[in-house]
């Protein structure tokens, strides 16, 4: 047992950004042959560092197993995992699940806690314009939030868009895109 759960910490930390994208997918698929309860909580554990796509890959593997559909709905519940992250056709699988446990538990956690009134919500942050922006700070929300997925002045990794075609827009235009992107 000590060598299986060896292998799974190994497993998992092949999960990194740095590691090639098609090692971390085998890497991942040999978790899920492994079928051990403390794969979900492992996997969970890295999200925030995870590219898209492989977040894609890891909610995949998660709703393989009934106990790992619970394990994600308790990271919704703790805030760790935002149900947006989720996206509606695994939202699906989750709230017509055959177990009646996690239907419930997918249908008080995965509701929608979007504010219809989206000009309300931009009023609410309209202030925070006025407060002067900290390089510093700023610099090291992207490193930990965005960079796995951006690049931005040569630094991130190129999954997503790269940032430095918005570093000239305007403080509200880039409130408005992030709070109402429709």
């Known amino acids: 047992f000590r060598r299986v759960l060896f292998r799974s910490e190994t497993l998992l930390r092949l999960l990194s950004p740095q590691t090639p994208f098609e090692l971390q997918a085998a890497a991942l698929t040999r978790l899920q042959k492994l079928d051990l309860a403390e794969t979900a909580e492992g996997l969970l554990m890295g999200w925030r560092g995870y590219s898209p796509t492989l977040r894609g890959r890891i909610l995949d593997t998660l709703l393989s197993r009934p106990g790992w559909q619970k394990t994600l709905l308790n990271a919704v ?7 947006a992250e989720i996206d509606v056709a695994r939202r699906e699988r989750l709230i017509r699940s055959p177990s009646r446990e996690i239907r419930e538990l997918a249908a008080q956690r995965l509701q929608s806690k979007v504010d219809p009134d989206r000009a309300a919500v ?4 309209e202030k925070s314009l ?3 922006g900290s ?3 700023g610099g090291e929300i992207f490193t930990k939030s965005c960079a796995p997925c951006h690049l931005l002045e040569g630094r991130g990794q ?3 868009p790269d940032l430095s075609i918005v570093a000239a827009k305007s403080a509200r235009y880039l409130l408005q895109e992030i709070l109402d992107p429709n």
Do not use: I, Q
Not at 77 to 83: E, F, L, R
């Open 130 to 132: 006025e407060s002067p």
């Open 122 to 125: 931009l009023s609410r942050y």
């Open 135 to 137: 390089p510093d700070r």
């Open 158 to 160: 190129a999954v997503g």
């Open 77 to 83: 519940a703790a805030g760790s995992v935002a149900p």
